[in-house]
């Protein structure tokens, strides 16, 4: 059973820092494409970053892109998101996601609970 865990969500001050992890449950782990989304209060759940298999390639939505960082330890079953110069508009539930489709954006076959950031300014 496939279950993809997040930690590392809470409050953080504005322009302030936070790196949050997803912890998978995937036995093939290394063929999964895997991505970060967020969604924000009465908004749709938004597609955030996503890095390859092997952590080679890495593609972001416009809003994070030179704030955000993604990778992933293949050996620990694990992505990381860092971000940074944070703002209010990045409050949100984040969610790890895994999948193997052609589109960085989706669809992802498996997700996560989430875990809130909170961005106070």
């Known amino acids: 059973q496939v279950q993809l865990v997040e930690s590392g969500g809470g409050l953080v001050q504005a322009g302030g820092s936070l790196r949050i992890s997803c912890a998978a449950s995937i036995r093939t782990f290394s063929s999964y494409r895997m991505a970060w989304f967020r969604q924000a209060p009465g908004k749709e759940r938004e597609f955030v970053a996503a890095?390859?298999?092997?952590?080679?390639?890495?593609y972001f939505n416009d809003p994070v892109k030179g704030r955000f960082i993604i990778s992933r330890d293949n050996a620990k079953n694990m992505v990381f998101l860092q971000m940074n110069s944070l703002n209010s508009e990045d409050t949100a539930v984040y969610y790890c996601?895994?999948?193997?489709?052609?589109?960085?954006?989706?669809?992802?076959?498996?997700w996560g609970q989430g875990t809130q950031v909170t961005v106070s300014s």
């Open positions: 890095i390859a298999w092997n952590g080679a390639t890495t």
């Open positions: 996601a895994a999948g193997t489709s052609a589109s960085w954006r989706g669809p992802y076959d498996y």
